[in-house]
Structure formats: C-alpha cells, structure tokens
Nanobody, 122 residues
C-alpha cells in the first residue's frame, strides 16, 4: 500500500520560511513525479509545484515562482517543498501527491498524503 506522509507545516509570520517534507513508502512501481498542491476552504485544490523523480525536472505555479523550491531525495523516497518569503495568501492545507504522468492536473495524481496546514500571519 502506497503511503505519503507530509510534515513540516505550522504557523509562521509573513516573510518567514517553512520546509515541508513528504515521505513515501510502499511503492512497488516507479512513479514519474511528485507534486505539491494546496487548498483553502471554499476553493478548489490548486497546483503548486512538481518534480520528476529521475531527472529532477521542476515546474511551479506562477504564484510561487522565485519563492518556493521543490526538491527530492531519491535514496530516502522523500520530497521537499522549501517555502520562503511566505505571504498570508499562502495559507492553506498543503498536499503531496504522486503521478505516473507529465502533468499538473490534480485528477492525474493517483496517490495523496493527508495534508499539512500552513498558516501565514500578517
């Protein structure tokens, strides 16, 4: 059974930083990429960033470019999201997920973590 477990969320002041981790286990296949998404109450879940496991190719949402950095440690089967210069509008539940495809579409991510809350105070 594939499991993804996020950690690292919390409360931070605007301008601060947090690093989220996503540990994966139980995988018997080679996933193509890990993605991070976020969701606030009343809104749809939105794409934040993704990275391919093999080549480390990345893609970011325009709203986080230059502030967030996605990375991965293949040996640990763990992905990371370094979030700098955080803004109140970054407040959301952040989810990691895995996909077999080159995609930023939520529906094409098959495995999901439980989410971790990030709150940025002004």
């Amino acid at each position: 059974q594939v499991q993804l477990v996020e950690s690292g969320g919390g409360l931070v002041q605007a301008g601060g930083s947090l690093r989220l981790s996503c540990a994966t286990s139980g995988r018997t296949f080679s996933s193509y990429a890990m993605g991070w998404f976020r969701q606030t109450p009343g809104k749809e879940r939105e794409f934040v960033a993704k990275i391919t496991w093999t080549h480390g190719n990345t893609r970011y949402a325009d709203s986080v470019k230059g502030r967030f950095t996605i990375s991965r440690d293949n040996a640990k089967n763990t992905g990371y999201l370094q979030m700098n210069s955080l803004k109140p509008e970054d407040t959301a539940v952040y989810y990691c997920a895995e996909t077999l495809f080159e995609t930023t579409e939520e529906d094409e991510y098959e495995y999901w973590g439980q989410g971790t809350q990030v709150t940025v105070s002004s």
